[in-house]
DNA sequence: GCCACGCTCTAGAACGTTCTAGGGTCGATC
DNA sequence: GATCGACCCTAGAACGTTCTAGAGCGTGGC
């Protein structure tokens, strides 16, 4: 019937094969200590009684879990990307992931406390929301890694983009084609926004173009890009950069809707460089957040964290990289 | 730091508050079986020491594990809008969610052993692409739950749409507009891509235009879309039916850029209701999915299973509802 | 005064695994 | 021929919890 009988266990895996439970152990974490012939046999009948180990009574029994728990949101295309790269970085570790998702009725702090429960070995958190001092208070009993935030907490690790030089990358190459008049959206309460904010601003300035800058409040979806772009459309700036790359898309939709041409009235950069972002009729260019570094990085300062290292800084921080695809040209 | 001291357990909390091991156990699970008094005195011991339940160990000793295994795929945002609902289902019924994702290079194969090893009491697959027998061959061992796809097998549980009713009524609706020259643009190799195409065809017969039925291939993403509406553009049709909603945003991006205004020369109907598609500057009419519902439905049906109900048949079909907004309109 | 009962509490087994300590056996070495 | 070491294997404790059985005790009815 599906959950019918019990499950098989070590236990029946010996009695069928004639061994003792812990040999069953041995061969089933293909720990030295059985000859090739009995490893051979118990796997043989490990296979005929589609034997699945219980990895619960796994970790609980060996300490330490192997495991990694990922908090992320639900209805952020780049989470799924950074999702790609941390079970690849756990994989190649030999680490497992286990996920926890904030969705519009679940807050950040249920899907922690369930990983909490869940005895992982330490936390991944794509850029949360909690404040600094409750992350310490969960820095204080696991190792916690935050993802594309900065949290100035010493127990707490960081792997996060250079966002404000991002930003600076996006703001050259628009005046190395001649722009001049380039606004900001930035990601409205997002705690990445004030950074991205300010390289902007910074960049804007080093260009001798204080008097054009001009932020337009956003967020991170499509909607807040859409409502930005409604803004800008009384007085419209030859190059927008926003936030992100979602938002980004909000925008394009809407600055065409209204009839301008994109790169041909107004230029758009994006950020994350998102899956979708380089799709062909999308197109968009954008910063790139280094995914396989960042993700890679993570895992590993995570384990690092559970093995007891002591490591050196506790921020991250990695170069962006500007993808330059068809949503920026010269100035009209 | 972080991972310095062993985190406490019942022993740890009943020694400092002076009882046993079973009567704090009694206390955290609030069970009956203990005073009002001790019960706030072994509250306020946890509290302090900071004790958290070990889902592990309690999990592993209670064998019923009230835990649901749930496979989603990355990159779909329609699965995002499932997850809510699904977490929604669960926490009113009292089950945890486990979550597995499939990404581009983590198959659903990997996703479901990862969940087996975990013991979850059930599984929940959102649209598998995995083998009708593969699938039974899993519901052998604990129960099996899919959504958004049939499976044609005695021991798995379907909870979908009615697909075939869904392009119906997207049709009905393009047909009371006026349209006669309406397309489809269907979803590939995904699974519930041959029900909603079928069910164009027949809703096209019934109003007596089959001369006008005309299939282009498709997909679940936004760049099946951007492709299948280059096709299109050689001779557009009035109307046209997409797979997804995402599929559909990808199209009517493509159409705009050559100047086709929606829904003035053409009009467009997505599937799913995804989120995003109610988003002010999309304003997608599209086919609902009752996302409430039918996660309701996989959350109840799974935990019967678990708890060794026979329910009476193995299929439970939703019917759709159609979302009327912006990108429908008469026939110009 | 005795027994039965309800209430609060406890001891100890059990869940399925890993780990530690050690028991055989066999061939080689002194 | 005893000793050793390498190799294969096993018994039993341990992980942190829940569960079963029952102990202690105060109360009430006869």
Known sequence: ????????????????????????????????GASAATRERVL????????????RARLLRSGRSRLLGVVFAVQHPFHDDMLTGLYDAAERIGYELTLSAVTPRRDERTAVAGLLQDRCAAL????????????????????????????????????????????????DHLVSLGHRDIAHVDGGRWLSSSERRQGYRDAMRRHGLEAYARVVV??????????????????PPTAVTVFNDLSATGL?????????????????????????????????????????????????????????????????????????RGTTGPVG
Request: no cysteine; charged share 25%; glycine share 8%.
């Open 218 to 235: 956003g967020g991170f979806g499509e909607e807040d890009g859409a409502r930005a772009a409604r803004e800008l459309l009384d007085r």
């Open 124 to 171: 991944v958190l794509l850029g949360p929301l909690t404040p600094t001092a409750e992350l310490g208070a969960i820095a204080g009993r696991l190792p916690v890694v935050a993802m594309m935030r900065t949290v100035r907490h010493r127990q707490v690790d960081v792997v996060r983009t250079d966002d404000a030089r991002g930003l600076h990358l996006a703001v």
């Open 44 to 55: 043989e009948v490990a296979r005929r009684l589609d034997y699945q180990p219980d990895s």
């Open 1 to 32: 019937m599906g959950s019918g009988e019990r499950r098989p266990t070590l236990a029946d895996v010996a009695a069928e094969a004639g061994v003792s439970v812990a040999l069953v152990s041995i061969v089933m974490r293909d720990a030295p």
């Open 252 to 324: 394009l939709d809407v600055l065409r809707r209204h009839g301008l041409s994109v790169p041909g009235d107004i230029s758009v950069v994006g950020y994350d460089d998102s899956s979708f972002s380089r799709l062909a009729h999308i197109d968009l260019t954008t910063v790139a957040q280094d995914i396989d570094t960042m993700t890679t990085l993570a895992v590993a300062r995570a384990v690092e964290r559970v093995d007891g290292a002591t490591v050196a800084h506790r921020e991250v921080v990695i170069p962006p990289r500007l993808v330059v």
